[in-house]
Structures are given as structure tokens and as C-alpha cells.
């Protein structure tokens, strides 16, 4: 079946309120969700600290954080 | 000549317009069920009344051309209810809905007065975060910027389209799409309580830069 955009959007949605709720408000430019619904770039609007960023990739194991 | 002809050859005092829509006709629109309407009563608008979020709602017109590489995108955007999960104002490669589209820059709404701006691709949607300060009942000025390489939303209480921004500018990298030539404003279709929203849009603007 078809994955449609809006369970992307949902998805994405989702990262979005994590890291808003986990230290990152403000800090995040934009995600990216491909169609097998895995959340494949978080691209941040400055670099992060290496703790910040194990923080993000101790949740999202499979993404690249930009 | 077409409209669309006239359009895309329609020139503006300091901006080369691509196309203006100022929503006075609804000639090259379809309209998919009624929660859409165009110059309803002569009021030159774009309006979305109780737009469902778990129903097709939609109307589409083909704009003549391709946007360009690079382009600045100007529209008038006044939430008239809290906004649900919508899409006020896309471009898109094809008519169909926004939940099934393969590629289009999409302005969404979702939950509270916020905003923001995706791309759907064949293979991913990209999201940026959302602009949660938009008041109902005010008109606001969203301007979106693509500059070959990031694709940016401002918005703005002021008509110039510079003065009194709302939040901050977002962004999302540009896929360098070459086919979108489809102006749609559409609901969401993927379930949701069925809760109405409502907008205006005018003075729709594509603006070669």
C-alpha cells in the first residue's frame, strides 16, 4: 500500500514535539520522514554540542543529524 | 489569449510577476466539494469555510508554467478559525490532493494558529517547524523565498512583505523541482475528528528572482 504524505507529516510532527520537549526548541531548521515512515535528517540551525547531538541520536538511531 | 498567457506576461511596478492570482474569476479553477469558494458575492477571495480535515476538500487551476529555479512566492493569508491539519496554499507537479501528491512546496496548518512549510517528494517529506505565533482574524503577509538552494517562509503583518515579522524565518532545502505548475488549496483527508477550518487567501504572486 501506498504510504500516504500525511502519516509522513504526522510522523515528522512527532519529532518535532520530541525535540521541542527534549531541549531543542528553536534549534531545529527542518525533518525530513522517508515513505518506509523511518525519520531519515534532522537538520539543526547551528551545530550541536556532541552531547547534543547523542541526546538526538539515542532516539533516533537510524538518522543522520545535520 | 489565455488567461494564463496574460498572466505569466503580467508585469508589476519593481517586481517582474510571473502570475497573479487575485481570485476576481473562478475561470481555470475546479472546485472538488464547496468549502471552497472564489469571488463568492464579488468579494475577490480565495475562501476555505469549514474545510473537514478527514474529507477531500480542494480546488486546483493550472498556472501556465513551471515556477522557476529560483522565485519568491507572495500571498495573503488570514486564518478565520483555529486551523486544523490543511494546506491554504500549495504548488504542486500534478491536481492531485496534497496527501497523495509526489511533489509540491506546501504551506500546513496544523493544530492551534501556526504554520510552516513542507515538501513532498517520491521519496520523503520534508518539514520544517512551525510558526506557532498567528493570530485569528488577522491578515497576514507570507512571503516564501527559494533561492536554488533553501526554500524559506516568512511571515509578516505588514502589506510590504518586510515589516513585522511573525516568528522565524523557516526553511526547508530545495529539491530543485522543475514541474510544478499547479496552484491547489486543500484540506487533509487521512482521518482526523472532521473539524472545520476556514481562511481567506488573495493576491496569490510568482515573482522570478
Known sequence: MKIQNEKLMDIADQTLKWLNENGFKDLVANVTVNRDLTVKEIKMKKTLTIKQKKIITDKFLKTKVK | ?209
Open chain 2, 1 to 209: 489569449m489565455s488567461l494564463n498567457v496574460i498572466n505569466a506576461f503580467q508585469k508589476f511596478a519593481g517586481d517582474s510577476a510571473l502570475f497573479d492570482e487575485n481570485y476576481e474569476s473562478t475561470d481555470g479553477w475546479t472546485f472538488v466539494r464547496t468549502e471552497f469558494s472564489i469571488n463568492a458575492s464579488g468579494n475577490g477571495l480565495l475562501l476555505a469555510t469549514n474545510v473537514p480535515d478527514n474529507a477531500l476538500a480542494q480546488c486546483y487551476k493550472d498556472i501556465g508554467f513551471n515556477l522557476p529555479s529560483t522565485y519568491t512566492l507572495k500571498i495573503e493569508y488570514k486564518p478565520t478559525s483555529t486551523p486544523n491539519n490543511i494546506y491554504p496554499c500549495s504548488f504542486t507537479e500534478t491536481s492531485t490532493q496534497i496527501n497523495s501528491q509526489e511533489k509540491g512546496v506546501i504551506i500546513r496548518t496544523n493544530g492551534g494558529t501556526t504554520i510552516n512549510i513542507a515538501t513532498v517528494s517520491s521519496g520523503s517529506v520534508t518539514q520544517a517547524s512551525f510558526i506557532t505565533s498567528l493570530v485569528v482574524d488577522t491578515q497576514y503577509y507570507v512571503k516564501i523565498v527559494n533561492d536554488d538552494s533553501n526554500i524559506s517562509l516568512s511571515v509578516f503583518t505588514g502589506s510590504d512583505y518586510e515589516t513585522g515579522q511573525v516568528g522565524s524565518t523557516i526553511s526547508v532545502t530545495d529539491p530543485n523541482f522543475t514541474t510544478l505548475d499547479t496552484l491547489q488549496h486543500c484540506g487533509r483527508t487521512d482521518g482526523g475528528g472532521g473539524t472545520g477550518t476556514s481562511f481567506a487567501i488573495n493576491n496569490v504572486s510568482v515573482i522570478e528572482s
